[in-house]
């Protein structure tokens, strides 16, 4: 697959903000989303993939920094996901930094980022604005929705949404609700960000973002992604340099995998937005009340 395109959808405008979970509004909304293949007639062959905690809408092809897409390997043609057949559609969540609207977008009312005046949002909201853009594209029903990790979070909050809207389902290593441990780490990984004084409680924008925050929670956000069993076939305590240095530095090769991966995060993710989407995957629980079931007796069915 070639250069491909970042699009961005706008919508939720004054006086018709997005109604959060929270019960909250958020508006005007730009979502910013990628289509790769080419949509039927019928609009039948549509297939939404929804992206991990630090994704975004650039899931395959080239974009325009000449920059891969994340799933390069499974969309295209002739892969998985056969762009010769499927209309595959991408988005960035509402909350993230990669052009949808979030914490680092301009608040039209002060002129200024948010910042933690953004609200707080959920997996919900998240596959809310979603609907908005499937509506756009005009589909009625998309073929399946695919994700993985927080992708698939999304995915199982369609299901129980919308199940009129899906035909088919691939939650990939994904839960209905977190679970006390880890919603445990993810409030340490937030306190990590806060504690470092460069995030001046949110509103570093022009100044800098916190990066030794930053960087000390995706390190303990790496070692949640893995299992000890995992860790131990990956890494075991492989030396780096076949000896001890005796000296603070990274020994052992687990010790450069998480280096190598702080160092790259920091580059590409905005903080504030770290703690939105981790604390919108500690709220996510479909055990409990459904509020977009509510919603949609007073959301027209095609927006």
Same mark, same amino acid.
């Given at each position: 697959?070639?250069?491909?395109?970042?699009k961005s959808l706008r919508?939720?405008?004054?006086?018709?903000?997005?109604?959060?979970?929270?019960?909250?509004?958020?508006?005007?909304?730009?979502?910013?989303?990628?289509?790769?293949?080419?949509?039927?007639?019928?609009?039948?062959?549509?297939?939404?993939?929804?992206?991990?905690?630090?994704?975004?809408?650039?899931?395959?092809?080239?974009?325009?920094?000449?920059?891969?897409?994340?799933?390069?390997?499974?969309?295209?043609?002739?892969?998985?996901?056969?762009?010769?057949?499927?209309?595959?559609?991408?988005?960035?969540?509402?909350?993230?930094?990669?052009?949808?609207?979030?914490?680092?977008?301009?608040?039209?009312?002060?002129k200024k980022p948010y910042?933690?005046?953004?609200?707080?949002?959920?997996?919900?909201?998240?596959?809310?604005?979603?609907?908005?853009?499937?509506?756009?594209?005009?589909?009625?029903?998309?073929?399946?929705?695919?994700?993985?990790?927080?992708?698939?979070?999304?995915?199982?909050?369609?299901?129980?949404?919308?199940?009129?809207?899906?035909?088919?389902?691939? !939650?990939?290593?994904?839960?209905?609700?977190?679970?006390?441990?880890?919603?445990?780490?993810?409030?340490?990984?937030?306190?990590?960000?806060?504690? $470092? !004084?460069?995030?001046r409680k949110g509103s570093?924008?022009?100044?800098?973002?916190?990066?030794?925050?930053?960087?000390?929670?995706?390190?303990?956000?790496?070692?949640?992604?893995?299992?000890?069993?995992?860790?131990?076939?990956?890494?075991?305590?492989?030396?780096?340099?076949?000896?001890?240095?005796?000296?603070?530095?990274?020994?052992?090769?687990?010790?450069?995998?998480?280096?190598?991966?702080? $160092?790259?995060?920091?580059?590409?993710?905005?903080?504030?937005?770290?703690?939105?989407?981790?604390?919108?995957?500690?709220?996510? $629980?479909?055990?409990?009340?459904?509020?977009?079931?509510?919603?949609?007796?007073?959301?027209?069915?095609?927006?």
């Amino acid at each position: 697959m070639g250069l491909v395109e970042t699009k961005s959808l706008r919508f939720a405008g004054p006086p018709r903000k997005l109604l959060l979970t929270s019960g909250r509004r958020l508006g005007p909304v730009s979502l910013a989303y990628e289509t790769y293949g080419v949509l039927n007639n019928e609009r039948s062959n549509a297939i939404l993939v929804c992206h991990a905690l630090s994704g975004d809408a650039h899931a395959a092809g080239i974009n325009g920094e000449g920059q891969q897409g994340w799933w390069e390997a499974m969309i295209g043609s002739g892969k998985a996901f056969d762009t010769n057949k499927w209309f595959i559609i991408c988005s960035n969540v509402i909350g993230g930094c990669k052009g949808s609207t979030g914490p680092f977008s301009v608040n039209l009312q002060t002129k200024k980022p948010y910042a933690l005046e953004f609200p707080v949002i959920t997996i919900a909201d998240m596959v809310e604005a979603q609907r908005r853009l499937i509506n756009y594209l005009g589909i009625e029903r998309l073929f399946c929705v695919v994700g993985g990790s927080m992708g698939g979070m999304q995915v199982l909050q369609w299901v129980s949404s919308y199940p009129e809207r899906v035909h088919s389902a691939i !939650p990939i290593a994904a839960a209905w609700r977190h679970p006390p441990q880890q919603i445990a780490f993810n409030e340490v990984i937030r306190q990590a960000i806060m504690a $470092d !004084p460069a995030w001046r409680k949110g509103s570093y924008y022009g100044l800098g973002q916190p990066k030794k925050g930053l960087a000390i929670a995706r390190m303990i956000g790496h070692i949640t992604f893995m299992s000890d069993q995992s860790m131990e076939e990956k890494f075991s305590r492989k030396l780096k340099n076949g000896d001890y240095s005796f000296e603070f530095t990274d020994d052992f090769e687990v010790d450069g995998y998480l280096r190598y991966r702080r $160092d790259n995060f920091v580059k590409r993710f905005d903080a504030n937005s770290y703690l939105y989407i981790t604390k919108a995957m500690d709220y996510f $629980d479909l055990s409990g009340e459904n509020f977009l079931s509510d919603m949609k007796k007073q959301t027209p069915a095609f927006w």
